[in-house]
């Protein structure tokens, strides 16, 4: 029905960069509110970034204020994560989710599709 694929990951060195990418399909994404999560290994699943189905409200984790930003373009169906200054504490599996509805959320249960996944690694 709604699939979302993620792009982007790799292996970065502390300080760096990436940007990554997340695809949806689907006729209604215009209306939809986006999300960001990670989960490191042996960790849970974590909150990183959300934003509404305009791209005019945004929410960051504190542990990422400042270096990642949000964005998405309708147009193109797609949701971006650029992320900045890289920390090794980064290190996870990042996951695009979308929510059927237009307001931001943090929790992860309240959002209905998810994508598959793409790998962040950040050396030391």
């Known amino acids: 029905q709604v699939q979302l694929v993620e792009s982007g990951g790799g292996l970065v060195q502390a300080g760096g960069s990436l940007t990554l990418s997340c695809a949806a399909s689907?006729?209604?994404?215009?209306?939809?509110?986006m999300g960001w999560f990670r989960q490191a290994p042996g960790k849970e699943r974590e909150f990183v970034s959300t934003i509404d189905w305009a791209g005019g409200i945004t929410y960051y984790a504190d542990s990422v204020k400042g270096r990642f930003t949000i964005s998405r373009d309708n147009a193109k169906n797609t949701v971006y994560l650029q992320m900045n200054n890289l920390k090794p504490e980064d290190t996870a599996v990042y996951y695009c989710?979308?929510?059927?509805?237009?307001?931001?959320?943090?929790?992860?249960?309240?959002?209905?599709?998810w994508g598959q996944g793409t790998q962040v690694t950040v050396s030391s």
């Open positions: 689907g006729r209604t994404f215009s209306s939809y509110a």
């Open positions: 989710a979308a929510k059927t509805t237009p307001r931001t959320t943090v929790l992860a249960y309240q959002y209905n599709y």
